[in-house]
DNA sequence: CGTGCCAGGTGCCCT
DNA sequence: AGGGCACTTGGCACG
């Protein structure tokens, strides 16, 4: 057993392996400690779908959140897990470890984890800080909040995640002659989703214009997106909408208007 | 250092810690083994967005496919990544290790990770079996395939992943009355979204009715999902349009039918 | 807590 | 390789 400095990690390799104090200190150190263990073993999953991952070599990690992951030797994601919040139970009967873990936000959901062979157990303190990611959407609709006249010179800002029945409006603006704008952004390449998406919202702002046809003003359906696909630049073009790529307002250039797009 | 049974595994302990000889391990092992190394780091990312991540503990997994995964305590999903197939490059300069890994997949994406402190470092060949994943929406659309007689007694299958302008209609169905179904199937609760999407659908086969007048059959719009929000149940009420839980089809009632929401 | 929705989404399958 | 889309999506923010 190779253990470190008042226990801030506990390293057990193949010649320290005991089942019994494996499944003891899963279950002492769950609430502190992150464990992870390495060995060969079969997956049973059954929950909102199901399945089964026959005998391997992998990685099983139980976090202190009581969230599960079983990594193998590919993907990004795990091959199985279980959300945080969820309740492992070890069990060192007939001679091999088994771990079950249940989900606590879908009831119903469990992991099974038999291990035929482990080759080392470990247990750890790890951080949990998280981070924050910028160059996000919200960014680019900060941005656009804060400068509307990259949409058109003189336009302004009416609303923000603006709710329809058929979802948010990222943002709504109104130039001096009186056009509305309703922008859709989106921080990645745009697909047919997007567009439907954004023809909904005008689709929307149309029939409720038709309600009070005191005012009527034109409505102006703009994507703002990092690429867009063939087929949705078609759809887009097809209802008469604008696309704008998010590179051309991230390096500055605010100059640059829709005013070309606008007769 | 801990060696077992012919590298099947190789473990670090915090004694054994030499940035170099993990350098070195890590460029040796890369094609074949996993990486795991847990200590103290700090990590930036600079790619389709950004982050920095003060110095906390963590686990670092560089997987033989190329993944890199960086976990801290919390949380299904990694801190940092990079996706598969991308390249690491570690590095001992100046009394640490840095970790600086490369995505090809999106070329300007770099990770790069600077550690503190090694408390261990392991090396083990994991296997990449993946699985085969029951129940899901798959599945759901395969079994109505098999069987439509669960939407309407008569119907019969006349189209499945149909394509449109607006995405890929899952079934369409006929029955003897001459009245077309649409189905949309979502193998979780669904949304606004998914109404939305099933309107689409629904008004392009009625566009596509009105060019050739000569047949014109009623067109039903079917929703069949794992619950439903209440807005978009208003929704689909609003629209004229069907609901059905998939549990209600799931659990084998298959002579239910939807005669009574037809007229 | 439900609902809606972005995500550095990822992974799969199709053209 | 690019596109469309499901996912045991996860995670967050808001009513």
């Not at 922008?183 to 023809?199: P, R, T």
């Amino acid at each position: 057993m190779v253990s470190t400095e008042g226990e801030e990690i506990i390293v057990l390799g193949s010649s320290d392996i005991d089942i019994h104090m494996i499944s003891d200190l899963f279950h002492r150190n769950s609430k502190i400690y992150t464990a992870i263990i390495i060995g060969e073993c079969e997956i049973h999953y059954q929950g909102r779908a199901s399945s089964k991952a026959p005998l391997g070599t992998r990685i099983v990690i139980y976090k202190s959140d009581g969230s599960l992951l079983v990594h193998e030797g590919k993907d990004r994601d795990p091959l199985n897990w279980q959300p945080p919040g969820s309740l492992c139970i070890s069990d060192a009967d007939k001679g091999f470890l088994e771990i079950r873990c249940r989900s606590r936000k879908y009831g119903h959901e469990i992991v099974s984890i038999r291990f035929k062979r482990i080759l080392t157990a470990i247990w750890c303190r790890l951080s949990t800080k998280g981070l924050e990611v910028h160059g996000t959407e919200k960014d680019l609709v900060e941005m656009i909040y804060m400068n509307p006249s990259v949409i058109s010179p003189s336009a302004k800002v009416i609303g923000r995640e603006v709710e329809t029945p058929s979802g948010k409006i990222d943002l709504i603006l109104r130039d001096d002659p009186g056009n509305i704008y309703v922008v859709e952004v989106k921080n990645e390449k745009a697909g047919i989703s997007a567009v439907n998406q954004l023809d909904r919202y005008v689709k929307y702002l149309e029939s409720m214009q038709s309600r009070s046809p005191d005012v009527t003003r034109r409505i102006i359906g703009v994507l703002v997106s990092n690429g867009i696909t063939r087929r949705a630049r078609e759809a887009l073009i097809e209802r008469g909408y604008i696309y704008i790529d998010s590179m051309s307002l991230k390096i500055g250039n605010t100059s640059q208007t829709l005013m070309k797009y606008v007769k």
